[in-house]
């Protein structure tokens, strides 16, 4: 589709949005997910910002669902790993997401079994932050994924 074809940044946020008002009437969101985790992946299209941090915060309301409480302890560190400066407008926490990344490793290799659903919707998140701008970011990203794949 052409560019004048696609939803503004405050559309998909509002929708977002919206979805998560309505999440605590879903009975099993289970065969969104999926679709949802991808939304976290890399590309031209890529959710940012307040977009992503929409996505995250739906994520979180969908974890408190009985049949999807697997997903609290992922969402919790997808909002670490897409932290925003409170201090600085527009500006990654830095420090917050490093931390993320590093807390994900430790638990990871000290951890026997990791579930495979937890790890999936952590993957795609390490993906998109491996096309960041900022080395240490990055670098980091690709340690917890390089612990993932070994």
């Not at 977009?51 to 997808?78: D, I, N, Y």
């Not at 096309?131 to 980091?140: C, I, K, Q, T």
Request: proline fraction near 4%; glycine fraction near 2%; include cysteine.
């Amino acid at each position: 589709m052409r560019e004048a074809h696609r939803l503004r940044d405050d559309a998909k946020r509002d929708i977002l949005d919206t979805i998560s008002a309505l999440a605590p009437f879903l009975i099993d969101a289970t065969p969104h997910l999926t679709m949802l985790f991808m939304l976290l992946l890399p590309g031209r299209r890529a959710l940012d910002g307040v977009v992503r941090t929409s996505l995250v915060k739906l994520l979180m309301k969908l974890g408190e669902q009985p049949k999807t409480k697997w997903l609290q302890a992922p969402s919790k560190l997808l909002l670490s790993l897409n932290a925003w400066s409170t201090k600085r407008v527009d500006e990654f926490d830095y420090e917050e997401r490093l931390k993320a990344c590093e807390l994900f490793s430790k638990s990871f290799t000290t951890m026997q079994s990791y579930p495979t659903r937890q790890i999936h919707v952590v993957l795609y998140q390490l993906i998109h932050t491996l096309h960041e701008d900022d080395f240490a970011l990055r670098r980091s990203a690709l340690d917890s994924v390089e612990k993932l794949v070994a």
